[in-house]
């Protein structure tokens, strides 16, 4: 079965500063998609970024970037110039890709989440 | 555009008591799913469905009921609250392709006494 793992429980980071939060997953497939979501205070989910795992190329979106290593099973997120707003949980998450799940490729697998606070 | 749409945002129950959580989506969404989300513990896919009739279990099934009688919408049952069952309650929708991000609604706050 697939997990992903979130070592890191909380962290901190001064504003304008930048922070990388690790995740790292098992899986015995060579196709699937890695996401990094942020739940704020107010409990919404939003997608930060996604990586396919067939892409060598890292995923970036603004400010927010990955550092996929797939030998290493590793997927992690760095947040440059950080701002008061990014204080959130984040979620590392994996999807199959594979159609085991009788086409239910949405199925996430989440990590426990990594509290980050953006301090002034 | 709505999106995904869950009512109620919070709910107490007694233990024993029956209750549904309802979820609707306006994008016509072929995958629907209900996660748990608890403390320390990430969120846990509880059970989905890849279209109007088709429901499956995910990790944590036991003590919830669904149904899927419209693409629109994707009700989750509880038939006899625990305590355990007290959680925060995601709804998401997507597109069945691989390329289709996962909607979430606001999520549903549940504490069952």
């Known amino acids: 079965a697939q997990t992903v793992t979130q070592s890191q429980p909380e962290m901190s980071v001064q504003e304008a500063e930048t922070v990388t939060l690790s995740c790292t997953y098992d899986t015995s497939e060579n196709n699937y998609y890695l996401f990094w979501y942020k739940q704020p205070p107010s409990r919404q989910m939003i997608l930060v970024i996604r990586?396919?795992?067939?892409?060598?190329q890292n995923a970036t979106e603004n400010r927010f970037s990955v550092n996929f290593q797939k030998a290493a099973k590793s997927f992690s997120l760095k947040i440059s110039d950080s701002q008061l707003g990014d204080t959130a949980m984040y979620f590392c998450a994996f999807m199959n890709s594979l159609a085991n799940y009788g086409g239910s490729q949405g199925n996430l697998i989440f990590g426990k989440g990594t509290k980050l606070s953006v301090k002034p | 555009n709505a999106g995904v749409t869950q009512t109620p945002k919070f709910q107490v129950l007694k233990t024993g008591q029956s209750m549904t959580l309802q979820c609707a989506q306006d994008?016509?969404?072929?995958?629907m799913s209900w996660y748990r989300q608890d403390p320390g513990m990430g969120l846990r896919l509880i059970h989905y469905s890849v279209g109007a009739g088709i429901t499956d279990q995910g990790e944590v099934p036991n003590g919830y009921n669904v149904s899927r009688s419209t693409t629109e919408d994707f009700p989750l049952r509880l038939l006899s609250a625990a305590p355990s069952q007290t959680s925060v309650y995601f709804c998401a929708s997507s597109y069945a392709g691989l390329n289709s991000p996962l909607h979430f609604g606001n999520g549903t706050r549940l504490t069952v006494t």
């Open positions: 994008m016509n969404h072929e995958y």
């Open positions: 990586q396919e795992a067939y892409k060598q």
